[in-house]
């Protein structure tokens, strides 16, 4: 009888059309074409990939569906390379991760190891404007919430003041990454309620953290900055942990 062997899970057939768009993807690369440029025809298309005509349709729909081509009508019409914007990235991202289960730990351990780094980098760096956008947003926190929708929104646009550090950094990658982890972060704060019930020490930390690292990003101070922003992060996970667990109590109860 002959051994038993071990067989890996088939890998999932690719269709047909998928095939297509990823072959047109990397042809666009190859051309060095860039957002604007002009596609080929249908015919030339289908002639260039030796596929049918309703294939090369479908591998477009599905390129136009992933952002990455933009298709007009009309007078010099036709399909041009589009660059997916930042906030479709997000969001196509977002929808993988909308079934993980995310906890705070999970976004504030690498919120932990990326956003010092990122301040370190930007000190000295930003602009005064950028400097007076980062103020003007603490400000919308300068006194604890009265309410529970002022905490909600107290709490959002705590998370902005990331974001703006985010896009101000010179890695489009680091930057990307940070800014979609506020943005998951403002979005489980919010359906998850974790603003419920307002906490004083996370107001009052959070804000005065926020304060030192202007100061210290205005002054040119990378390793302060990084430190600031360390103490931050460290600070901010512990408080908003003891939220999330008040949350899951309160689930329960109910």
């Not at 477009?60 to 007009?72: F, S």
């Not at 997916?84 to 079934?99: D, I, P």
């Not at 804000?207 to 990084?226: F, S, T, Y």
Request: no cysteine.
């Amino acid at each position: 009888m002959p051994p038993a062997t071990t067989r890996s899970k088939a890998e999932p057939k690719i269709s047909r059309p998928v095939q297509v768009a990823e072959a047109i993807k990397d042809w666009v690369v190859e051309q060095g074409l860039q957002a604007g440029d002009r596609l080929p025809g249908e015919a030339e298309l289908i002639e260039r990939f030796g596929m049918a005509k309703g294939t090369i349709r479908e591998a477009m729909r599905i390129l136009e569906a992933q952002g990455l081509i933009k298709t007009r009508t009309g007078p010099g019409g036709g399909s041009f390379v589009h660059e997916v914007s930042q906030q479709r990235a997000k969001a196509l991202l977002g929808n993988y991760f909308y079934f993980k289960d995310l906890t705070i730990g999970d976004i504030y351990q690498l919120r932990l190891t990326l956003e010092p780094e990122l301040a370190a980098s930007l000190a000295g760096k930003l602009s005064q404007s950028t400097l007076d956008l980062l103020e003007k947003t603490t400000a919308e926190y300068v006194e604890p919430a009265a309410t529970l929708d002022e905490e909600r929104d107290q709490h959002v646009a705590s998370l902005r003041f990331h974001a703006i550090l985010a896009n101000q950094s010179q890695n489009p990658l680091l930057g990307f990454v940070i800014d979609f982890m506020v943005n998951l972060l403002t979005d489980l704060t919010v359906y998850r309620r974790l603003y419920s019930p307002p906490n004083i020490e996370l107001w009052k930390q959070g804000r005065d953290h926020q304060q030192q690292l202007i100061a210290a990003l205005r002054n040119g101070e990378a390793d302060k900055a990084r430190a600031i922003m360390t103490d931050h992060m460290k600070t901010a996970w512990k408080l908003m942990r003891q939220q999330e667990v008040e949350m899951e109590s309160r689930f329960i109860s109910e």
